[in-house]
């Protein structure tokens, strides 16, 4: 079955590229990647997938269903983009469009990834007569507001039995480390305008509350665990100097690496916010805007995944990839290359320091690791066994969300990389799809792992996706 689906994916390679390129050329943002979701859905359609558009109130969420019956396995792709980052594939700092949005995450890639795994196991299924079902979710959003969070919500997961997912990486590792947990909100403070001269005792400044609330948890940081993380911006400060402002917003992300510290320290800061208006005569709201859990890590999937990587093997690069490649590193100083090495924790990681790209399969080495990032694949992980693996896409020693990755992203090393991916997730599924006891195992640790806890979603279920929100932020009209 696995020769059927590797074959699938080497007869189709050029395909598979064209759309990763296309889908990097659209850059578009969270909760408004139309042409990314249209093009994914309609390739995935044309192939005998039965489509769902528009899941949990996203326009470009969906999920695409091919088979009968269990075990019902999930494969899930991102492809939304980051604001500012355009880049060409180019080896110096050259934006496409000055200001527009580029894949500095890679999910360009990562949506093609298993959108390929989807129908390379489709089409080894069909060849062998192999029950079950394989199903893509088309998961957007994934950097500001957290799609998966409201499709794990609405129960969407609640019948598969594993889910795979691919991110582009620097290392080719299924790793088992945990991730910080996360609330996303804004606080609205509401007070009185008035002639901040004549009359400053009739206003009610917002800026104030809001400068006050920013305070207070500054001075809380000194008194909260050491892995949580707080961080905020001024959305909104007021229009001029000579009017007491009666509007100001914030927006906070509030970590720490479990959901329940995460709302413990949520209901602290809102404290804080009320204290605030105590102080400024104010009031106000908070916006709830996403919430993610850490995530479950799951080893029997990792030592899936990893033999299937061991058995594709790793891409073979050609002169002008390792050419690219080489240009990239200079971008990188030796000792921002270091440090970023040292802060994976790889075990050799001194031995890369004069490598351009990491070639090996790495054991996973994150074990009661808590990286310091927050995804919405934890809230999948805790409903059902997840993994997702990285595979070799960026030159070692650029950091995230850079336009060194947006070009890695769109280059010929990104391109092995997604080959490569898709190959292994193909071959995982089969596993999982053919060997019972294999799956088992991924349900058994699966248990262990959650300890007895039980899944609660943190975002209400009247709330709605920020759509408003997202086609703004997109510089779109309504």
């Known amino acids: 079955?696995?020769?059927?689906?590797?074959?699938?994916?080497?007869?189709?390679?050029?395909?598979?590229?064209?759309?990763?390129?296309?889908?990097?050329?659209?850059?578009?943002?969270?909760?408004?990647?139309?042409?990314?979701?249209?093009?994914?859905?309609?390739?995935?359609?044309?192939?005998?997938?039965?489509?769902?558009?528009?899941?949990?109130?996203?326009?470009?969420?969906?999920?695409?269903?091919?088979?009968?019956?269990?075990?019902?396995?999930?494969?899930?792709?991102?492809?939304?983009?980051?604001?500012?980052?355009?880049?060409?594939?180019?080896?110096?700092?050259?934006?496409?469009?000055?200001?527009?949005?580029?894949?500095?995450?890679?999910?360009?890639?990562?949506?093609?990834?298993?959108?390929?795994?989807?129908?390379?196991?489709?089409?080894?299924?069909?060849?062998?007569?192999?029950?079950?079902?394989?199903?893509?979710?088309?998961?957007?959003?994934?950097?500001?507001?957290?799609?998966?969070?409201?499709?794990?919500?609405?129960?969407?997961?609640?019948?598969?039995?594993?889910?795979?997912?691919?991110?582009?990486?620097?290392?080719?590792?299924?790793?088992?480390?945990?991730?910080?947990?996360?609330?996303?909100?804004?606080?609205?403070?509401?007070?009185?305008?008035?002639?901040?001269?004549?009359?400053?005792?009739?206003?009610?400044?917002?800026?104030?509350?809001?400068?006050?609330?920013?305070?207070?948890?500054?001075?809380?940081?000194?008194?909260?665990?050491?892995?949580?993380?707080?961080?905020?911006?001024?959305?909104?400060g007021g229009m001029q100097p000579n009017v007491v402002p009666p509007y100001a917003r914030s927006w906070y992300y509030i970590r720490a690496p479990e959901r329940e510290q995460v709302r413990q320290l949520t209901e602290w800061v809102q404290k804080i916010a009320d204290g605030a208006d105590l102080m400024a005569r104010t009031t106000h709201d908070m916006e709830f805007v996403e919430g993610c859990y850490n995530v479950l890590a799951n080893k029997a999937l990792s030592d899936i995944v990893t033999a299937n990587m061991r058995e594709v093997g790793v891409p073979e690069y050609s002169t002008d990839d390792m050419k690219f490649a080489e240009g990239i590193a200079e971008s990188v100083s030796k000792e921002d290359k270091i440090a970023e090495l040292r802060l994976t924790k790889r075990p050799g990681w001194q031995e890369l320091v004069d490598k351009t790209i990491d070639t090996e399969i790495m054991d996973p080495w994150d074990e009661d690791i808590v990286w310091p990032g927050s995804t919405d694949v934890g809230d999948v992980s805790w409903v059902v066994p997840t993994m997702e693996f990285t595979t070799s896409t960026f030159v070692l020693g650029i950091g995230g969300h850079s336009w060194q990755v947006v070009a890695c992203s769109g280059a010929g090393i990104g391109h092995k990389s997604l080959l490569f991916a898709a190959r292994t997730m193909a071959g995982s599924a089969i596993d999982l799809l053919t060997k019972p006891d294999l799956l088992k195992k991924t349900k058994d640790e699966f248990e262990v792992r959650k300890a007895g806890l039980n899944y609660i979603s943190p975002v209400p279920k009247d709330v709605k996706p920020p759509l408003e929100m997202a086609r703004k932020a997109a510089g779109l009209d309504d």
């Open 1 to 236: 079955m696995k020769e059927d689906a590797w074959k699938w994916i080497s007869d189709n390679e050029s395909k598979i590229i064209e759309a990763s390129d296309k889908i990097w050329n659209f850059a578009e943002l969270g909760l408004v990647e139309y042409k990314s979701a249209e093009l994914l859905a309609k390739i995935l359609e044309e192939n005998g997938f039965k489509v769902q558009m528009g899941v949990s109130d996203m326009p470009t969420a969906f999920i695409a269903t091919w088979g009968k019956g269990g075990p019902i396995i999930g494969v899930q792709g991102e492809y939304d983009a980051l604001p500012g980052i355009s880049q060409k594939v180019s080896t110096k700092r050259e934006p496409l469009v000055e200001g527009a949005p580029g894949h500095g995450c890679g999910h360009n890639i990562h949506g093609m990834t298993a959108l390929s795994a989807a129908i390379a196991v489709k089409v080894a299924m069909e060849n062998n007569d192999t029950k079950g079902t394989i199903r893509f979710y088309g998961t957007p959003a994934e950097e500001n507001y957290s799609g998966k969070m409201f499709m794990v919500r609405d129960g969407h997961y609640d019948d598969v039995d594993a889910v795979l997912s691919h991110h582009p990486g620097s290392h080719n590792v299924a790793g088992i480390g945990s991730s910080l947990s996360v609330d996303s909100v804004k606080f609205h403070f509401h007070g009185v305008s008035s002639h901040a001269a004549f009359t400053p005792f009739l206003g009610k400044s917002a800026v104030d509350a809001m400068e006050l609330m920013n305070t207070g948890v500054n001075f809380m940081r000194e008194h909260i665990i050491q892995e949580a993380r707080i961080h905020y911006v001024i959305e909104d």
